[in-house]
Nanobody, 124 residues
Framework: QVHVVESGGGLVQAGGSLRLSCAASGRTFSSYAMGWFRQAPGKEREFVAAISWSGGSTYYADSVKGRFTISRDNAKNTVALQMNSLKPEDTAAYYC?????????????????WGQGTQVTVSS
């Protein structure tokens, strides 16, 4: 069984920064893509960022491009999401997901294991 656990959420003022971390265990971490999604109250879950197994390819939603950076450390089985210049519209529960394959995708179906989520709240 694969376990995915997020950490690092919290309350921050607009323009501030947060760093989310995700730890995955239960299989060979370095063989699979990882992704971040988010869900705001009353809205559907949406793609935020993804990274391929090696870290060589990354993808971002247009809404976060240039502000968020996804990275991974295969030696530590972790993936991080650095979030800068945060906006109130970034407020959501953020979910880390472990991919079914090595290449990254923005489709939620491409991820088979999900964390419980961590709340990010950006005040104006």
């Amino acid at each position: 069984q694969v376990h995915v656990v997020e950490s690092g959420g919290g309350l921050v003022q607009a323009g501030g920064s947060l760093r989310l971390s995700c730890a995955a265990s239960g299989r060979t971490f370095s063989s699979y893509a990882m992704g971040w999604f988010r869900q705001a109250p009353g809205k559907e879950r949406e793609f935020v960022a993804a990274i391929s197994w090696s870290g060589g390819s990354t993808y971002y939603a247009d809404s976060v491009k240039g502000r968020f950076t996804i990275s991974r450390d295969n030696a530590k089985n972790t993936v991080a999401l650095q979030m800068n210049s945060l906006k109130p519209e970034d407020t959501a529960a953020y979910y880390c997901a472990a991919g079914r394959h090595s290449s990254a995708t923005y489709y939620a179906d491409g991820y088979g294991y999900w964390g419980q989520g961590t709340q990010v709240t950006v005040s104006s």
